[in-house]
């Protein structure tokens, strides 16, 4: 749901993670995406910090187990 995101893109944020939210109307009413963007200077290492951040959060929020 839109608030749940709006959580976790703070949530994110606050771990120094830059996402953002895809909400209605750009996408159906029920539905919510989260955009995550690389850009060719990140490295690896970087990334792979990025994505244990978002599952540790994305956890706590139960959007996965």
């Known amino acids: 749901d839109t608030i749940k995101a709006m959580r976790i893109v703070r949530m994110a944020y606050e771990q120094g993670v830059f ?3 895809v909400i209605a109307p750009a996408v159906p009413e029920n539905d919510v995406l989260i955009r995550f963007a690389l850009m060719a ?3 690896i290492a970087q990334v792979d ?3 244990e951040k978002l599952t540790a959060i994305f956890k706590e929020v139960g959007v996965i187990a």
């Open 41 to 43: 200077t990140h490295n």
């Open 49 to 51: 910090e990025a994505v």
């Open 19 to 21: 996402i953002t939210p």
